[in-house]
């Protein structure tokens, strides 16, 4: 959540259900993901989700750094979440803050829930996602970046991981808030689903809403979150479409 | 370990073909990486560029803030760069405090951009002794496939081309206005594999190589900043003559930024 200042509330909700951006209440901002874009990392992808640009690499399994958190059974997953400090309206100081810390703590246990560890013994696969323009469901961002950058490192998972935010705008439930729909809007509920399973492995909220409005929120964040994962799909399998065989030379 | 023993393959063959005036990435010897420059990448941003060099990939954002001056340069606004070697970028960089490897790349960067003149710091300032303009530039390195400072000086030069001074949003002026850039360095630098000299190194090069030399030159001719590093040693007439790729180089990559593209 951004800081609110004095600012006047902007009308987040039109009269005609219509939101800030003329967008629907269960309608994604556009959502565009690159897989393997960087070559040095052993996984990587670029998100493109609304006003939110986010690069997420993909280290491992490799050598555990610092040594202690080696584990002799499985592999230990690492993850830093991080905010360029242009990313923000106001610059944001570089380096770890709170914030990052918990953001990197949550998503590093969704993924400890889905990758197999246990395949690779004292190693350490490292995740970092770098925010390097924010608009809100940077979490979010991050996480579907994230999956689709361990999936391009060959990690073996359950599955991929699609996220998003839903929220309280005008009163009414809402996917995927933008900024100004997160800084005036009543709550925001960042999840992240496990498709195969319908199981959620990350689930955050603040602000208020009553007991049926919640419901509705996670029926409509789980819609949201299967749309995201085709995107996520499609992106792997552009990434690697194999060019139709030449025919045989005579 | 194995990386050791094949790092020590890798710069013998390096240095084998270097011997022929020849690259593992076929390049000639004073032949450049494909550069690309796409301005106004981060929308937070005030100015901003992503820039790939070959693999490397670096973006930068220029911030503007109200601040106060320091006190011995009442009339003058504070500008500071800043560089990232963030472990996205490489398998070798580890998260923790800034390394000496990154925080040569800040200085370095920053030095060419200050005796360069690249922006007038008396025109950024609001209220002489009270008030100024502090402009952040921050470099975000996301792939490390060497030459590091070139890119991220060009990367910082290309955000600064197209900055915007966002004084409607701090209440200091009417309308927003274009950030005065006075003059455009570029770096360029130079690694040694033997007895030949060649320019802008890949990682593999930068690791085989015996000494690395930058040269920042601006528009008007002038040598603005310079840095040698790494074990190794250039002579006099080595260095004159790199000046002289040094401009070639630097007047082409200039025409990019100017242009947007490459």
């Known amino acids: 959540m951004g800081s609110v200042g004095a600012k006047e509330v902007p009308v987040l909700l039109g009269p005609d ?9 269960d309608e994604l901002r556009p959502l565009k993901i690159q897989a393997g874009p960087l070559r040095q990392a052993d996984g990587s992808a670029f998100v493109e989700w609304g006003l939110n640009k986010v690069m997420a690499a993909v280290y491992g399994p490799r050598e555990v750094h610092p040594r202690h958190l080696q584990q002799n059974d499985r592999a230990v997953i690492q993850c830093k979440y991080n905010m ?16 990052s810390q918990e953001i990197s703590k949550v998503i590093g246990e969704a993924f400890e829930s889905v990758v197999f560890a246990e395949e690779y013994p004292r190693t350490s696969i490292d995740i970092y996602i770098e925010v390097l323009q924010a608009n809100a469901g940077t979490r979010c961002a991050g996480l579907v970046a994230a999956s689709v950058a361990l999936a391009d490192a060959g990690i073996p998972m359950v599955d991929l991981l699609p996220a998003v935010a839903v929220g309280k705008v005008g009163g009414a439930i809402a996917l995927d808030l933008k900024k100004e729909e997160d800084n005036f809007g009543e709550a925001d509920l960042p999840m992240a689903l496990v498709p195969q399973s319908g199981r959620i492995v990350l689930l955050q909220m603040e602000g208020h809403m009553t007991e049926p409005e919640l419901a509705q929120a996670l029926d409509l964040g789980v819609k949201g979150c ?15 479409a194999v060019a139709p065989m030449q025919e045989a030379a005579a | 370990m194995s990386e050791e023993i094949a790092a020590d393959i890798q710069t013998t063959h390096i240095l084998d073909l270097a011997a022929d005036g020849r690259r593992v990435d076929g390049r000639a010897v004073d032949e450049y990486r494909p550069v690309s420059i796409a301005p106004g990448f981060v929308a937070t941003a005030d100015g901003s560029a992503l820039v790939r060099i070959g693999d490397t990939a670096v973006v930068a954002g220029v911030k503007l803030e109200p601040g106060k001056p320091f006190p011995d340069t009442p009339n003058a606004g504070v500008l500071t760069t800043n560089a990232e070697l963030i472990p996205l970028s490489s398998p070798t960089f580890e998260p923790g405090p800034p390394q000496p490897g990154a925080i040569e790349v800040s200085r370095v960067v920053d030095r060419a951009i200050r005796a360069a003149e690249t922006i007038d710091l008396t025109k950024l300032c609001v209220t002489p002794g009270e008030k100024t303009w502090v402009c952040y530039v921050d470099v ?20 600064l081309n197209g900055a915007h001074v966002p004084a409607k949003r701090f209440g200091i002026a009417e309308a927003d206005y274009p950030l005065a850039m006075d003059h455009l360095p570029i770096e360029c630098t130079f690694v040694r594999l033997g007895d030949t000299i060649v320019v802008d190194p ?12 930058t040269i920042a030159t601006d528009e008007a001719g002038r040598i603005v900043a310079m840095q040698k590093g790494r074990v190794g040693a250039f002579s006099p007439d080595d260095v004159k003559s790199l000046v002289r790729r040094a401009f070639v180089h630097g007047d082409r990559l200039r025409a990019a930024v100017k242009g947007g593209a490459a």
């Open chain 1, 226 to 240: 299967r749309s995201i994962y085709d995107v996520m799909k499609a992106a792997l399998r552009e990434h690697y």
């Open chain 1, 84 to 99: 360029a400090a242009f990313s923000v309206d106001e610059r944001k100081r570089p380096g770890l803050d709170r914030r």
């Open chain 1, 17 to 25: 259900g219509r939101r800030i951006d003329g967008r629907k209440l």
């Open chain 2, 140 to 159: 975000h390195v996301l792939g490390h496939a060497g030459n590091l400072i070139d890119a991220s000086l060009l990367a910082a030069v290309s955000a």
């Open chain 2, 202 to 213: 890949t990682f593999e090069e930068e690791q085989a190589a015996q000494g690395r030399l």
